[in-house]
């Protein structure tokens, strides 16, 4: 009879993400009047061309806004430096008294690749339409309708458009746009399905020493040996009736270690499949997650006994409880002390490896479940009864970022080769990323309506690995 995670939770609650602003700055520019659409996020500045002096204004050239990850800069520059030197007759008398040229959009930063944005030039120093001067397509597209500007973002890195009057011998304003880190991908990520032996429930993943995939099998107590093309090469039973293995991780002896809900056992096993298990000390611990820490033990939870537990490669164990509720997920800091998850309590514990525990984060939270550590220098987490994921620096500030699809159960979590975090939602039955920015994107995964997605892994191909509980195994190609 299968058995699935114990640890699975409903989602009742969507949060709002909430985007700060901060102030411009133009120096030695006059700044909008506070309060209004301009101060509030960009500042406005331009100065006329040399050919224009006659008209006796002077105004200073800089606009710079900046919200959240993306940077748009505005720059006056004269028309020497798009098209040329300017022309030396004055231009003709316009039929509206001049004005600086502006763009006001709306409060809004980019964060990922594909997203855009329209501004609106509602002004024109010859009561003409913007032309476009492109920039570097790799980084951002632009289009232009009239007064409308819309931009694009397309990948990291800055450019410059540039937007020129209807003359196209006056003012110019440059546009720079830097997006935030690598963003999310363009396109769907491959996912490709593989099938396991015996109508197992793959729940986790880890990479052998021997380079191959090691799944632990819940439904048949068994822990399955699988190359990276996807092909079962060996299917060893662990000793002990209905272990129920949960999490498991290469060890630093080169073994496979794993835990045993079922059997309240910790094991070990070679890439020959040769088993050896230690019997915790606390009965009923519901040992779940596993990680090789950074002392050379290997480090774990136990959500049923309300500790953390360590067990050195030789099989000593010591167990620590500092009033803990139920452990769930747990890793290696960027701090080099292990970290983990209490579901119970929704917070989230960091200790030494000598067993000294830190004050905990305890808002900001519902229920995290998995843990891993980002890109970023943070610590990134799945929360399901918050339907969200977050990151919690060192210092414990917690932010979340909800899921765009309704009790969709956050789950497993790690970091891709790409730069992002990827979970797996495991009622929704899909694939999720997000960006150290805080922008979530969703993908389906291929399998049978109603599947139950577990634990995600990253192996060193860069490809990720997730388990199901219809006895399939999925492959996330970046």
Known sequence: MRQDSTLQHANDTSRNTTFR???????????????SAVAASWTLCGRWDESLAAM??????????????????????????????????????????????????????????????????????????WTLVPGNAAVATATISGSTLTVTATGAGSTTIGVKDAQGNATS???????????????????????????????????????NLYLTDQANGAIIKLSTTGSVLATYTIPTPSSVPQSIVSGPDGNLWFTEQGGNKI???????????????????????????????????????????????????????????????????????????DI????????????FVFPPATTGMQSPSFICTGPNGNLWFTDGNANAVGQITISGTVTEYPVPTQGSNPFGIALGADGNV?????????????????????????????????????????????GTNNAQVGKVTL
């Open 344 to 355: 119970g309590a929704g917070r989230i514990y960091h200790m030494t490896t000598t067993g």
């Open 267 to 341: 094991a070990k096993m070679t890439t020959a499949g040769v088993f050896t298990e230690y019997a915790l000390p606390t009965s009923n611990a519901l040992p779940t997650d596993i990680i090789a820490g950074p002392d050379g033990n290997l480090w774990f939870t136990e959500p049923g006994a309300h500790k953390i537990g360590r067990i050195s490669t030789g099989g000593a164990l010591t167990e620590y409880n500092s009033g803990f509720t139920a452990p769930v997920g747990i890793t290696v800091g960027p701090d080099g002390n292990v970290w983990f998850t």
């Open 56 to 129: 006796n204004r002077s105004l200073t050239p800089l606009v710079r806004a900046t919200l959240l990850g993306l940077a748009f800069s505005m720059s006056a520059c004269n028309s020497a430096a798009i098209t040329g030197a300017p022309p030396t007759a004055s231009p003709a008398t316009p039929s509206i008294s001049p004005s600086t040229p502006s763009i006001s959009p709306s409060s809004y930063g980019f964060t990922a690749v594909g997203q855009k944005k329209t501004f609106a030039a509602s002004e024109n120093q010859y009561n003409g339409a």
């Open 422 to 466: 990827w979970f797996t939602e495991s009622i929704a039955g899909k694939i999720g990323v997000v960006t150290p920015a805080g922008v979530v994107k969703e993908y389906i995964a291929p399998g049978p309506s109603g599947q139950q997605l577990y634990k995600i892994t990253l192996a060193p191909s860069g490809s990720l690995w997730y």
């Open 21 to 35: 602003r901060g102030e411009p700055e133009c120096k030695g520019a006059t700044r909008s009047p506070a309060g």
């Open 173 to 211: 304003v440059a546009i720079s746009v830097t997006t935030s880190g690598a963003g999310i991908t363009t396109h769907a990520p491959s996912i490709t399905l593989y099938d396991t032996p015996n109508q197992g429930a793959p729940y986790d993943t880890a990479v052998g020493s021997d380079g």
